[in-house]
């Protein structure tokens, strides 16, 4: 006769699995050895135990709901008590922790895929500006693994398939039983056989050596778009790493690296550049010719251009990475002072400078309260 398990858990037929669960943990709490050391509430646990495993099993549950018994020996359908499928009247100490903590009894168990997603690869791009403002398509060469073309990423030999593991049983770990003060302890662990798969390769792919996939240097084009800046990267789907046992290749990112410009600097989508006008050009105005990126500009540099002065051309820096127009170019001006000058060139400035009511100082050879600090630390009366 079937053991009736809903009511050792003392539940409706129509309980759902979270009463099941809650049921199981008052009663597990009350019955436990440890808790309740009469030998009554030992075989009370026990079935507390049987009752569980077979109701948050959904075919074993099926089979009780159907009159059966799936821990009968030889009969109910599902196995019986150390049979295919059965697990005995008492459950190990994981299911117990499954059902205490809310883990999902044998969600994470079972053999592991052969065929698992590749990773992503990043490569290192090296661009000039040009480059990198108006877009270039850049040949690149990457190492990544590639499919196995002679077995097609199953690892096998042609002709060969894989044999389930005879350590495990196909199920890709192995389970030991320890006797603690919280009874028997059941402990799962990866075959080392197979490696946690459930199965072997009796044969490998001589060109893959099993593992469906081979290193190999592929070249590839990749489009740069325009306005792209130092340190950003870009997706190229699916040209990564290909997976274990021929997975879904992962990403490859090419990493944008600018060298830096002879005459531009770059901040974000602007330019800068610096430009040395004479002293006297800056004094009466000048014009000068820039060489952009792209094009010549001419630009005015007026009288009385103070040094440090900025002039900016619109619309002539890096082009806008989304959207349109473009940053600005910026010419910063350098002043600059001649050092020196013949006796002409130095009479006709000090002229210049009485005209402009400006005393200049002229410094003398002998004379002047500097000089005669200098002699003095160099020792002369």
């Avoid at 018994?69 to 009247?89: E, K, M, Q």
């Avoid at 693994?145 to 350590?167: D, F, I, P, R, W």
């Avoid at 002229?362 to 500097?370: A, H, R, Y």
Wanted: aromatic share 4%; hydrophobic share 30%; proline share 6%.
């Amino acid at each position: 006769m079937a053991r009736d398990y809903y009511g050792i858990l003392g539940v409706s037929r129509e309980a759902s699995d979270d009463e099941i669960k809650r049921a199981y943990r008052k009663l597990a709490r009350q019955f436990h050895p440890d808790v309740n050391p009469d030998p009554e509430a030992q075989e009370k646990f026990k079935d507390i135990n049987a009752a569980y495993e077979v109701l948050s099993d959904d075919r074993k549950r099926q089979i009780v709901d159907l009159g059966g018994d799936p821990l009968a020996p030889g009969g109910g359908g599902a196995g019986g008590p150390g049979g295919p499928g059965g697990a005995g009247p008492f459950v190990g100490f994981q299911d117990i922790m499954d059902a205490f903590f809310g883990g999902a009894a044998g969600g994470s168990r079972g053999p592991r895929p052969r065929t698992r997603p590749g990773a992503d690869a990043i490569l290192r791009l090296e661009l000039d500006l040009h480059e990198t403002a108006f877009g270039v398509e850049a040949p690149i060469t990457v190492d990544t693994a590639v499919l196995c073309t002679t077995c097609s990423g199953a690892g096998t030999a042609a002709g060969t398939h894989l044999a389930t593991c005879e350590a495990c049983a196909g199920r890709g770990e192995v389970q030991s039983v320890q006797r603690t003060f919280l009874g028997q302890v059941v402990s799962a662990r990866p075959c080392t056989v197979c490696q946690g798969h459930g199965t072997t390769i009796p044969h490998p792919c001589p060109t893959c050596a099993g593992d469906g996939r081979v290193r190999t240097r592929r070249s590839l084009t990749v489009k740069i778009p325009a306005g792209v800046e130092d340190g950003m990267r870009i997706r190229l789907a699916q040209q990564g790493e290909v997976g274990p046992g021929g997975g879904t290749a992962g990403d490859l990112y090419v990493e944008i690296h600018e060298r830096p410009h002879d005459v531009y600097s770059r901040k974000g989508d602007d330019l800068h550049c610096r430009v040395t006008v004479p002293m006297t050009a800056a004094a009466l105005g000048t014009r000068l010719t820039i060489k952009t990126l792209d094009s010549e500009e001419t630009v005015d540099v007026k009288a009385g251009t103070q040094p440090g002065s900025t002039l900016r051309l619109r619309a002539r820096g890096v082009p806008h990475l989304r959207g349109t127009g473009r940053g600005d170019l910026y010419v910063h001006l350098d002043v600059r002072t001649p050092t020196k000058l013949d006796a002409d060139q130095e009479r006709m400035l000090r002229d210049f400078a009485k005209t402009r009511g400006e005393e200049v100082a002229e410094l003398s050879k002998q004379g002047g309260f500097f000089s005669r600090m200098r002699d003095a630390f160099n020792g002369h009366a």
